[in-house]
């Protein structure tokens, strides 16, 4: 039984019950396993607040804060679940509890609604499983930066509406995909410093009557801050999520493209690089082929990812201030999606780390028409007006007379002379050493201390 359920025996009111709990709880028991080491964090922090208080004893709190500690040693084992008849986690965790300290466990719910507690668990699942995705960007830009260096002799043609247009590098293009990251990774920064505000202590919305302390669960949290208006603090639910995916989804858009540029320059018609052949498939009746699956799948599932945070959009629609029963939804929406996103973080890193450049592509004649603002340039340096060794070097194109010079002088900042990657490197420390992690970290290892 629901801890809100009424009684009723009634045999036709029992299967209409059943039909609706079906229709209503969907997988919400599955996403709430997500939410399990959260939820006794919460719980932590909240006890050691109703101790100061006075709505518990002293050794009420200790004997909660051991039970609590006991639950989340099982969950990291891997050994916790919510059993058959249980509503959801939290229902889960204060039976637990009840069961071990009797009247003492009942007391945790004290001066909280199961509104704020969802809210809770969810904005430290959400900043957890940011922060997870912020190293893991980390870990994918330091691998883009390595090959920058590695390869910034190495020319690659450069397109605009994919015609030959200007020489370019592999340097540019492992560190073009590298800067995209240090934007993606503020984008991140924003959403990680909006889930890490405390909604505890706001109930259903309204407050409470009990002189509930929401600075120390702040602290105790490591929270940056709260959400300080009660009935704001419950309309935070939908708009934390949508910015999560928000800041997934554009982290998802630069993988996307990145692999989208892989499947070309892979392809034989482009033979730029190539791929090991355990990022590859064959065919089965054509056996010369080595086909970039790994890549193309990078791609969908990327693709699929920037959908969402219009998915959130929708289900919030219209939607007026207070809980309802809709936001139910954005779990299933959001807690898949760091899954989702940190496997094609790992991959991506995996596959940089394997694809073989190749070398002097821009030996080749068909290359040729590449250097030609290479020339304009020469002459303007000689004193021609520009407009002027446009048409110089357009005229020599058009009757054959054009020659290619493959000399570069390339000198400005981000060029192909001076890429920048110490500039970029700075710049995404910076950005990765603004979220605040380190606070965080240290206050959820006192709470379990």
């Known amino acids: 039984m629901k801890l809100w359920q009424k009684d009723n025996t009634d045999p036709q009111s029992t299967a209409a019950a059943a039909k609706i709990e079906r229709f209503t709880v969907g997988r ?7 939410l399990a080491p959260f939820d006794v964090l919460g719980n932590l922090a909240h006890a050691t607040m109703l101790e100061t208080i006075g709505l518990i004893s002293n050794d009420e709190l200790e004997m909660m804060n051991d039970e609590l500690k006991n639950i989340y040693q099982q969950i990291q084992r891997g050994e916790f679940m919510i059993e058959e008849g249980v509503e959801d986690v939290h229902s889960q965790v204060e039976l637990m509890l009840t069961r071990k300290l009797g009247d ?5 719910h004290s001066g909280r609604s199961r509104n704020d507690q969802v809210l809770v668990d969810l904005k430290l699942f959400t900043r957890d499983r940011l922060w997870q995705v912020a190293e893991a960007v980390r870990r994918v830009f330091d691998r883009l930066i390595a090959r920058s260096e590695q390869h910034k002799t190495d020319l690659l043609p450069g397109y605009t509406h994919l015609q030959i247009a200007m ?3 592999f340097g540019l293009w492992f560190g073009a995909y590298a800067e995209a990251l240090a934007d993606d990774m503020l984008t991140l920064q924003t ?3 909006l889930a890490n505000r405390n909604p505890l202590g706001s109930g259903a919305g309204y407050g409470s009557s009990f002189p509930l302390n929401r600075t120390l669960t702040t602290e105790l949290l490591g929270f940056e801050g709260m959400n300080v208006n ?5 309309m ?9 995916l928000t ?7 630069t993988l996307s493209r990145m692999a989208m540029d892989i499947c070309l320059y892979n392809s034989q018609n482009f033979g730029f690089l190539t791929l090991p052949d355990a990022l590859t498939t064959g065919s089965s009746i054509m056996p010369h082929k080595k086909n970039p699956d790994v890549a193309e799948l990078l791609r969908a599932k990327t693709n699929r990812l920037k959908a969402l945070p219009m998915e959130v959009t929708l289900v919030m629609s219209n939607l007026p201030s207070g809980y309802h029963r809709d936001m139910q939804l954005l779990k299933e929406i959001l807690m898949p999606a760091f899954d989702e996103l940190l496997d094609c973080l790992e991959i991506t890193d ?7 450049v190749k070398a002097h592509l821009l030996d080749d004649p068909k290359y040729d028409l590449l250097f030609s603002v290479e020339r304009v340039n020469a002459l303007v340096l000689e004193g021609v007006p520009f407009r002027e060794a446009y048409r110089i070097i357009k005229t020599e194109v058009e009757d054959g007379t054009y020659v290619a010079p493959r000399d570069l002088h390339h000198t400005h900042e981000g060029s192909l002379g001076n890429l920048g990657n110490e500039q970029i490197a700075a710049y995404m420390n910076t950005v990765f050493q603004g979220f605040g992690a380190e606070n965080v970290q240290q206050a959820v290892s006192r709470l379990l201390a």
């Open 28 to 34: 919400d028991r599955e996403m709430d396993l997500y």
């Open 104 to 108: 003492v466990g009942k007391k945790i």
């Open 167 to 169: 020489p370019s590098s």
């Open 191 to 193: 959403a990680y410093r």
């Open 230 to 234: 009660v009935v704001y603090a419950q």
């Open 236 to 244: 935070s639910r939908g708009k934390t999520e949508q910015t999560a």
């Open 247 to 253: 800041a997934l989804a554009t982290i998802a858009a």
């Open 350 to 356: 995996f596959m940089l780390e394997n694809i073989q």
